[in-house]
């Protein structure tokens, strides 16, 4: 009798902790990332276009629109994200709060195209408080920024390689390749890292320093820790990194 009244209730409780799930993708913006990054996909493709052979520049389109299309995205993220988070509630509650609200517009006004474009020569050095550094320093060691920064532009760059490579089979293909792609990431988390605090500092300049300690406080809280760690796996996910070209 009793595990029956157990499962009953765990079957009861199944909605809404998928709903939570669900609330949680939304309210930290990661449907609106998603977009930001299909913007900075096409106009990757479009670089492209005058430079390849049509068949080959098709070839690319086609390969990227269906590793990166945005339902696809979506889907394997949001997946990442239940399987690798045990109790979203504590982070959902930080992103439907105020504070919360106003750290996702933040970055989301800062990954949009024509705030990318507008610092695509560098972002402007910023000035800050002693404290200020601090809790940006804080906060650096406890966003995975490096990593999702880095798993961004390898997918961006890799575009035309992952056209070439199905075009002609074994071009990029075996040890050598995956080398040399461990070796970009290296290097693209080595730069972005470089500059992380100023970064942080410019995409956060709008939250007061208490506003800041509480972002860090939440950023490096057991919850927290265990948000953004599902978080980086949920990027790749939606990324598919690791898997193969379509």
Same mark, same amino acid.
């Given at each position: &009798?009793?595990?029956?009244?157990?499962?009953?209730? $765990?079957?009861?409780?199944?909605?809404?902790?998928?709903?939570? *799930?669900?609330?949680?993708?939304?309210?930290?913006?990661?449907?609106?990332?998603?977009?930001?990054?299909?913007?900075?996909?096409?106009?990757a493709?479009?670089? *492209?276009?005058?430079?390849?052979?049509?068949? +080959?520049?098709?070839?690319?389109?086609?390969?990227?629109?269906?590793?990166f299309?945005?339902?696809? &995205?979506?889907?394997?993220?949001?997946?990442?994200?239940?399987?690798?988070?045990?109790?979203?509630?504590?982070?959902?509650?930080?992103?439907?709060?105020?504070?919360?609200?106003? $750290?996702?517009?933040?970055e989301?006004?800062?990954?949009?195209?024509?705030?990318?474009?507008?610092?695509?020569?560098?972002?402007?050095?910023?000035?800050?408080?002693?404290?200020?550094?601090?809790?940006?320093?804080?906060?650096?060691?406890?966003?995975?920024?490096?990593?999702?920064?880095?798993?961004?532009?390898?997918? $961006?760059?890799? +575009?035309?390689?992952?056209?070439?490579?199905?075009?002609?089979?074994?071009?990029?293909?075996?040890?050598?390749?995956?080398?040399?792609?461990?070796?970009?990431?290296?290097?693209? &988390?080595?730069? $972005?890292?470089?500059? &992380?605090?100023?970064?942080?500092?410019?995409?956060?300049?709008?939250?007061?320093?208490?506003?800041?300690? =509480?972002? +860090?406080?939440?950023? =490096?809280?057991?919850?927290?820790?265990?948000? *953004?760690?599902?978080?980086?796996?949920?990027?790749?996910?939606?990324?598919? +990194?690791?898997?193969?070209?379509?």
């Amino acid at each position: &009798m009793r595990r029956l009244l157990f499962i009953l209730l $765990i079957c009861c409780a199944l909605p809404a902790w998928a709903d939570a *799930y669900d609330q949680l993708y939304k309210a930290a913006g990661w449907p609106d990332q998603r977009a930001h990054f299909n913007d900075a996909l096409r106009a990757a493709q479009q670089r *492209y276009q005058n430079s390849l052979p049509p068949a +080959v520049f098709q070839a690319l389109v086609n390969n990227s629109n269906q590793r990166f299309g945005a339902q696809a &995205m979506d889907q394997r993220a949001e997946n990442r994200l239940r399987q690798a988070l045990r109790n979203p509630q504590p982070a959902l509650a930080f992103f439907q709060g105020p504070l919360g609200r106003k $750290i996702v517009s933040a970055e989301l006004l800062a990954t949009r195209s024509d705030q990318l474009a507008k610092n695509a020569s560098g972002l402007p050095h910023m000035q800050a408080s002693d404290t200020r550094q601090l809790l940006i320093g804080h906060l650096a060691r406890a966003l995975p920024a490096r990593e999702a920064g880095a798993e961004v532009s390898l997918a $961006i760059a890799g +575009v035309a390689a992952d056209s070439l490579s199905s075009m002609i089979p074994g071009l990029l293909g075996g040890g050598s390749s995956q080398n040399l792609l461990d070796s970009q990431r290296a290097r693209l &988390m080595q730069q $972005i890292g470089n500059d &992380m605090n100023n970064t942080l500092l410019y995409v956060y300049r709008d939250l007061s320093d208490p506003e800041l300690e =509480e972002f +860090v406080s939440f950023a =490096e809280s057991a919850d927290g820790k265990a948000y *953004y760690q599902a978080a980086l796996a949920a990027v790749k996910a939606g990324l598919a +990194v690791g898997q193969p070209a379509p």
